[in-house]
């Protein structure tokens, strides 16, 4: 399966996609395939599937393995690090996170993780991470120099940055569970220099209004993980956010 054209099918299809984060470490693989499963129910368009801490190894594996072998959608790694990879999934986005102070996690870990994913069948998709405030997890242990949220302009010229050195994707990421999502501002700043190149945002999205104001704004791709996590009903919340961004 080609996923970046399947994805790209969609948005000129749909205008925008809806991607479901399942984090390995959060739950059994047996729960996080109910999950992905009441997702893909609610309209999702592919689940992502890593986190920042413990997603590694056979619990990885595992999760990877037991939602690939039920759902319809593709799957995409969101590696934290080279340990991250799994060669059971569709896909990869292979990112740097630009604007990290540790060369880990600007180059090291793609350079441990490229004979795994050259090896295997898993699709890489180039992507330019970028965090902003307040970051959480991802921006402390990517030791992230955080995008100010109030200075769109930074993360446009680092989104920049990464598109002309050849990245397809660009990722504003908050941070898991941020209390506030990327500004509708700074996604604007951040599409209009991408043009055709498109744009993730994730982090602090947990309700349709919030989706909505995401995808107006000129996000392409709109991540949600902790609502799924959280929410009783996941296929209503999923299908509440998927009917928000795709109208
Ligand atoms: C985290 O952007 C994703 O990497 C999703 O964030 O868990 O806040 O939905 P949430």
């Known amino acids: 399966m080609q996923v970046e054209a399947h994805l790209q ?9 809806h991607l479901t984060l399942i984090d390995p470490a959060s739950q059994t693989p047996e729960r996080a395939v109910e999950i992905a499963l009441a997702a893909v129910e609610g309209g999702t368009d592919a ?19 037991k939602i690939k072998e039920k759902v319809n959608v593709p799957t995409i790694l969101f590696p934290g690090s080279s340990a991250g990879l799994s060669s059971y999934a569709d896909a990869v986005f292979f990112m740097s996170l630009l604007n990290s102070r540790d060369l880990g996690y600007v180059i090291t870990n793609q ?26 997890t991802v921006g402390w242990i990517g030791d992230a120099k955080l995008i100010p949220r109030k200075k769109p302009d930074i993360a446009a010229v680092y989104a920049l940055a990464g598109k002309y050195l050849g990245m397809h994707y660009t990722y504003l990421e908050a941070g898991s569970g941020a209390d506030a999502p990327i500004s509708p501002e ?23 209004i919030t989706a909505k104001l995401c995808a107006s704004a000129g996000a392409d791709m709109i991540v949600t993980g902790t609502i799924v996590e ?5 296929t209503a919340k999923v299908a509440e956010i998927v009917s928000a961004i795709k109208s």
């Open 230 to 234: 959280e929410v009783k009903d996941v």
């Open 9 to 17: 099918k969609i948005i000129e299809q749909d205008g925008k996609v």
């Open 186 to 208: 700074m996604i604007g700043a951040v599409k209009h220099v991408l043009g055709e190149n498109k744009l993730i945002v994730g982090g602090g999205i947990r309700d349709a």
């Open 111 to 136: 350079v441990l993780g490229a004979p795994l994913v050259y090896r295997s069948q898993i699709e890489p998709i180039s992507m330019a991470y970028l965090v902003v405030e307040p970051g959480g």
């Open 47 to 65: 689940i992502m599937i890593g986190g920042s801490t413990g997603a590694s190894g056979t619990i990885l594996d595992e999760t990877v393995i």
